[in-house]
């Protein structure tokens, strides 16, 4: 239940950027921060570019980890924001991200092309509702933040008539993550920087953990250059 209200807040702070023409391109657990008094910030809006820039071709950004299968094109749309945060999602309730391979040509072919690999006792709903945001094709996915927000509220009304047995994959909390991270910049903008119920998940912690010394009390992040 935290981690789809994790994942609506998000949403919902995206979905202000897609109205006035941002796409992220750089969704990822080391872009999602919990201030100390459990806010959650959207961060690092260093790679973003608008809806209707021109990209040449084979010119990609991002984080191959959690990227959609046209941004390895160069063709970011919105429906590439959600699926990132669709990996987001699948990283918080099993402690990896989606796709283990590590070099970039296996990272490339597996969001191309291989299907979804989910822990035994994994809620059926929820496995669904992750799939259709890893489509492969960007028409397959919801078409806006909007409507994975009103996707989760579905889910969460479900919640409520009983359990959602979900497999945690245990990771230490003094475990680096394996991906690098820039240092992020506070988004601009009335919804981009969304408040949501604090995520207190091992996965997300061990992924915020070299970021929190730069969270101050009142949610403001230092922001360094060069």
């Known amino acids: 239940e935290r981690a789809l ?25 080391h872009n999602l921060l919990i201030t100390r008094a459990g806010s959650i910030k959207l961060a690092d809006f260093g790679l ?17 980890q ?18 990132s945060l669709g990996c ?10 989606p796709f283990p391979e590590n070099s970039l040509s296996e990272l490339k072919e597996a969001h191309r092309r291989k299907e979804l690999d989910f822990p035994s006792g994994f809620n059926p709903e929820v496995r669904a509702f992750i799939n259709r945001l890893l489509k492969k094709k960007a028409e397959g996915r919801p078409q ?28 230490r909390p003094d475990e680096p993550p394996k991906t690098q991270s820039k240092l992020p910049i506070i ?29 101050l009390s009142e949610g403001r992040l230092v922001v360094l250059h060069g």
């Open 5 to 29: 209200r994790f994942v609506s807040a998000v949403a919902d702070a995206l979905q202000h950027a897609h109205e006035v023409g941002v796409i992220h391109q750089d969704i990822k657990p």
């Open 48 to 64: 973003a570019g608008r809806r209707d820039a021109s990209v040449r071709e084979r010119e990609w950004v991002g984080t191959p």
């Open 66 to 83: 959690y990227m959609a299968p046209e941004a390895w094109k160069g063709r970011p749309v919105v429906q590439s924001d959600l699926y």
């Open 88 to 97: 987001c999602l699948y990283f918080m309730l099993t402690g990896r991200p």
């Open 144 to 171: 806006s933040a909007d409507e994975v927000v009103h996707e989760i509220e579905r889910l969460l009304a479900d919640l409520e008539k009983g359990p959602m047995a979900v497999q945690q994959t245990e990771v």
């Open 187 to 215: 988004s601009d903008g009335r919804r981009a920087l969304a408040e949501a119920t604090m995520l207190a998940t091992a996965p997300l912690v061990a992924c915020i953990k070299e970021l929190g010394r730069a969270i």
